[in-house]
């Protein structure tokens, strides 16, 4: 697969990945006291974090966005 995230957006995107992550499991706040929204947080965040890694963004890929140079 051909690199698609750039630099910038994957640093937010992992700034993202770990806030959600953090809200999900570590905040105690009582919105995320339900399932939905714990782990619906976490899946997220985590997604967010394998893009960052992997500098490959499925949904960029179908609609053909790139936010890198190359």
């Known amino acids: 697969m051909t690199t698609n995230v750039g630099t910038i957006d994957r640093i937010l995107r992992a700034v993202l990945g ?4 953090y809200l999900a499991f ?3 706040l009582p919105l995320f006291d339900g399932a939905l929204f714990k782990y ?25 966005v790139k936010t890198c140079r190359t």
Do not use: D, K, T
């Not at 770990?18 to 992550?21: A, K, S, Y």
């Not at 619906?40 to 053909?64: E, F, H, N, T």
């Open 40 to 64: 619906g947080a976490a899946l997220i965040g985590v997604v967010m974090l394998v893009v960052a890694a992997v500098r490959v963004c499925p949904i960029y890929s179908i609609i053909g």
């Open 26 to 28: 570590g905040s105690g």
């Open 18 to 21: 770990v806030v959600l992550l």
